[in-house]
């Protein structure tokens, strides 16, 4: 079940109630009318995000595990997973032609028979998506024409998260191989290696600083067999330019499966896979510090 909580004080607003499997993504448009999600259903829903009400349904041939809106909220795109025969999809929904979502018929289609599509983020204006896979490959697909513009793999083991910074320029990305990377949006470039003992689920840009924020953990089906002492659950902080570590935030139980700043930059929330959601509110002197500095 899709949820919308009020970060001010944590009361819950409302659901999303649909999916019968597991959600692997959710997305918000730009002014927030409307919310995209994807789950192990076979299914990705739209829905109106203030009254909880379903606008759109359109179902796969498997799990749906990325999905997002274009910066203009016209355009979706989602893909699915390789699985029980099915190979990996990207599908390209425009939601201004009402016909497409009716007859399940996205206007492209790009197959990844390579490796499956693990993470996927909007390019800036909308002009192409970036893709991490299974084999820790990062990919940019056009969204006009759907060919492959760029293709480099600096990760060796499977992308887990990819999020953009605030003005779109740059990405970093979350890896089982223990550690975040850094990406020119454009060009792929790679610029930051961010580096720890365990594997990164999710990492995300401050809006306001030149900090990141990782979150990880060993895999789950681990961590029964070590002491909660030894899982290091916590939030790790680096700065963006010299990419050292200055912070931890402990709280979690389980693995961190994914961070996200607020837009605002005073606070940064974290859920974990002991099923809670934490957010954090930084320090006046956090501030400070950064401004002096």
């Known amino acids: 079940i899709v949820n919308v909580w009020y970060s001010v004080n944590g009361e819950r607003l409302g659901t999303y109630n649909g999916h019968t499997g597991a959600v692997w993504c959710v997305d918000a448009d730009w002014d927030t ?10 299914s990705c829903r739209l829905w109106d995000c ?41 599908s390209f929904f425009d ?24 993470s996927a983020v909007w390019g800036p204006l909308g002009e192409f998506i970036i893709a991490g896979h299974e084999s820790g490959e990062l990919n940019q697909f056009s969204a006009k024409s759907g ?4 293709n480099i793999k600096e990760h060796t083991k499977q992308i887990n998260d990819i999020q953009t910074s605030r003005d779109m320029t740059m990405f970093i990305t979350a890896s089982k191989d223990n550690t975040a990377k850094l990406f020119d949006c454009t060009t792929l470039e790679h610029l930051k290696t961010f580096r720890t003992e365990r594997p990164v689920n999710s990492a995300a ?16 089906m681990d961590v029964t067999t ?10 790790r902080f680096f700065h963006l ?15 961190i499966n994914s961070v996200a700043f607020h837009p605002d930059g005073k606070s940064y929330s974290s859920g974990g896979e002991d099923g809670y959601v934490r957010i954090h509110y930084f320090d006046p002197q956090y501030f400070e510090f950064e401004f002096e500095a």
Do not use: W
């Not at 840009?205 to 789950?220: K, M, N, R, W």
């Not at 330019?241 to 693995?255: D, S």
């Open 95 to 118: 939601l201004r032609d009402p016909s497409q979502i009716e007859n399940n018929e996205p206007y492209m289609k790009i197959p990844c028979s390579d490796s499956k599509i693990t």
């Open 205 to 220: 840009l401050s809006p306001i600083f030149d900090h990141v924020v990782l979150g990880g953990g060993q895999e789950a």
């Open 226 to 235: 070590t002491s909660t002492r030894i899982g290091k659950f916590e939030a």
């Open 50 to 90: 203030e009254t909880g009400k379903q606008l759109a349904l359109v179902k796969t041939s498997s799990a749906v595990r990325t999905c997002g809106f274009d910066f203009g909220g016209n355009i979706i795109m989602f893909s699915t997973d390789k699985q029980m025969g099915y190979q990996c999809f990207v």
């Open 147 to 150: 060919e492959q513009l760029s």
């Open 241 to 255: 330019a010299f990419e050292e570590e200055f912070g931890r935030v402990k709280g979690h139980f389980g693995p």
């Open 33 to 42: 009318r409307h919310v995209l999600t994807g789950s192990a259903d076979n």
